[in-house]
């Protein structure tokens, strides 16, 4: 540690010995500097705050609201574009000395460079100016950075208010030449279609459809089948209980000949029919027997023994029955007039392919243009109304926040703090001159360096011992170094008073 300091004493040593050097490089560093420092135009920047408003409630409501974040997006990407920078330079001060397309680039591409858009929100904005020409006082580049925004807020308010109703009126035209163009397509294919239908009726819409009506015959005729079959099941259940029920009713006067006991029979024979007992079963068999007997007693007795009444529900059963017949039978002829149109329908699919082709061609032809048709119909009512939103509100609506305004202080160069740079800077070097040279001479400012440096013993030293003429004179000059650095102080401490004087006569 102690050659730490060693070091350090001997360095500050080395450097006072040689404190003209350092203070000449000094002044000569910081004068240049400042000079330089000088030299740099101020840059003044303005700045404004716009808040972009979207919601629109006539628009949401008739269904004709845009993309706001792609809007707000698209402004943005536009805003600083080379033309509307070439638009703010030719209507301000920056295209007084353009003469020809070069320059205009030129100059373009340095306002690119101090423009800035930046989005604080999803809908906020902040505009960003910065002007600095050499040429311009500083008040003249002050108001000229102020300009700049301002213009660029009008180009902003042109571009998206006057711009979207060109750009609707424009494609309303579009819209129209392409109406009238399929218009005259759509038309000519429906004439194609009608004199191909008129020659080939059961073609009408094409193959697909050919097929979309066999299938529906054909479901038409599975529903029939299936209402023919539960129709013949109700007839045959009518005939079983018609087979079961008695012509007559047994009355109480002739309850008792051969008669009544054979209709009672044949009512005991339908009873146990109905739960279901076969013509094997026991009883079946007696009660059939006893029928035959009764029956041929009947008939020795003759047709004069005959008695009894009609049976209302046998005369019933009859009349269902006959209702019955007639549906399966109207079934039936639907039947076969359901299978005779599919024979009529796979006959003309199956005898005439090109012309089923030509069929499919036309209707495809003629939906895609009708399709094509309607959906540009309907783009075009919806952008005439959009128009004429627009033309009495515009959806996009922006407010000025942060007016731009002039600039009291350059944004650009903070020269108090660049002076004050330079002033560090040219002590440094001179301090950095006068060690070097120190360093180049073969001496040692003590004897400890020159005991390390020879790595040998050093016996003793001589201190220096100043006259008393000598002592004035080094008193004399210490205080022409001290005044000396003292004036650099002060062209230091005169600058920066400049430099805010200056500053002030601006703002």
């Known amino acids: 540690m102690s050659e730490v300091f060693e070091e350090l004493r001997a360095a500050l040593y080395s450097v006072w010995h040689r404190r003209w050097l350092a203070l000449g490089v000094a002044w000569s560093v910081c004068l240049l500097g400042w000079l330089v420092v000088a030299m740099i135009p101020n840059s003044y920047q303005s700045r404004a705050r716009i808040y972009v408003d979207l919601d629109d409630v006539l628009s949401e409501q008739i269904g004709i609201a845009g993309d706001g974040k792609q809007e707000i997006m698209r402004v943005r990407q536009t805003l600083a574009s080379s033309v509307n920078l070439e638009k703010v330079i030719r209507s301000t001060r920056l295209g007084e000395e353009i003469q020809d397309r070069g320059q205009m680039d030129a100059a373009i591409a340095d306002l690119t460079k101090k423009v800035e858009i930046k989005s604080e929100e999803d809908n906020l904005f902040e505009l960003n100016a910065t002007v600095g020409k050499s040429d311009f006082s500083d008040a003249e580049n002050a108001v000229l950075a102020r300009d700049v925004v301002q213009k660029l807020i009008d180009i902003f308010r042109e571009e998206n208010i006057a711009g979207n109703r060109s750009e609707v009126a424009g494609t309303m035209v579009f819209l129209d030449q392409q109406l009238e163009d399929r218009k005259r397509e759509l038309e000519a294919a429906e004439q194609r279609r009608l004199a191909f239908e008129a020659q080939y009726p059961e073609l009408i819409g094409g193959s697909s459809t050919l097929a979309t009506k066999i299938q529906q015959v054909r479901t038409e005729l599975r529903g029939v089948e299936g209402d023919l079959a539960a129709a013949q099941s109700a007839l045959a259940a009518i005939n079983g209980q018609i087979a079961g029920t008695p012509r007559t009713i047994v009355t109480s006067s002739d309850a008792g000949g051969a008669r009544g006991a054979l209709m009672q029979a044949q009512s005991q024979l339908a009873q146990l029919r109905g739960r279901g007992l076969t013509d094997e079963h026991p009883d079946i068999v007696a009660t059939t027997r006893q029928i035959e007997l009764l029956r041929r007693q009947v008939q020795a007795e003759g047709p004069n023994s005959a008695s009894g009444t009609p049976n209302p529900a046998y005369t019933s059963l009859i009349s269902i029955r006959a ?27 199956a005898t005439e392919p090109e012309v089923a082709a030509e069929a499919n061609r036309i209707s495809r032809d003629y939906e895609v243009l009708k399709t094509k048709y309607d959906e540009l119909l309907q783009d ?83 201190s220096h011992t100043v006259k008393e003429g000598a002592k004035a004179l080094q008193a004399k000059r210490f205080k022409q170094f001290v005044g000396a650095t003292a004036a650099l102080g002060g062209v230091f401490v005169i600058l920066l008073a400049i430099e805010f004087v200056q500053v002030g006569s601006v703002a």
């Open 380 to 462: 075009r009512e919806e952008i005439r109304l959009r128009g004429q939103v627009e033309n009495e509100r515009s959806s996009l609506k922006f407010d000025v926040i942060d007016p731009p305004v002039v600039p009291r202080k350059p944004a650009a160069p903070n020269r108090p703090l660049l002076l004050l740079g330079v002033l560090l800077a040219g002590l440094g070097a001179g301090a950095g001159v006068a060690y070097a040279m120190g360093q180049l001479r073969s001496t040692f400012s003590t004897a400890s360096k020159l005991e390390r440096t020879l790595k040998l013993p050093v016996v003793g030293s001589i």
């Open 323 to 349: 209702e019955r017949q007639a549906n399966v039978e109207a079934m039936q002829a639907r039947r076969a007039a359901l299978q005779s149109d599919i024979a009529a329908l796979l006959g003309s699919q």
